[in-house]
């Protein structure tokens, strides 16, 4: 399956996207101009582990459409990690900065909002610690 991006016009500008992820995840996404999105993430039939990250400018609010995910994060306060399962038709906002990891469940279907608080030239951040401790699990 091949990756592709197009744009829709409508006054502003809209990026459509088709990805499929090393995991074997499938992500369908609509971005828009200020860099707020929307994805949709079906997990492969054998499920798994995104990468462990965190965000400086912008949540991230998960909703369990089909299957269930665990969310992994980091406590700073606790200064461990912490894991919490995410059921069908639950939701979970993860606020900036962070940091945390997703597994999800074989099949499942996922809907991700990105909601941009300031301009962000990078995405996301790598938290090399939280997927070594979800890897090993």
Not at 81 to 92: A, C, F, I, Q, S
Not at 110 to 121: A, G, I, Q, R, S
Request: aromatic letters at 14%; proline letters at 7%; charged letters at 25%.
């Amino acid at each position: 399956m091949s990756d592709w991006d197009f744009k829709i016009f409508t006054g502003t500008e809209v990026v459509w996207s088709f990805k499929e992820m090393p995991n074997g995840e499938t992500r369908i996404s609509a971005r828009s101009p200020d860099g707020t999105r929307r994805i949709t993430t079906i997990a492969s039939g054998k499920g798994g582990w995104q990468v462990g990250h965190f965000h400086k400018g912008m949540s991230e609010e998960y909703t369990v459409q089909k299957g269930f995910m665990v969310l992994a994060y980091l406590c700073p306060f606790k200064k461990r990690e912490t894991w919490r399962p995410v059921l069908k038709g639950d939701k979970v906002l993860i606020p900036p900065p962070e940091p945390h990891n997703v597994w999800l469940s074989p099949g499942g279907i996922f809907l991700l909002n990105h909601v941009v608080y300031k301009d962000e030239t990078h995405p996301y951040f790598l938290t090399c610690i939280l997927s070594k401790l979800c890897f090993r699990s």
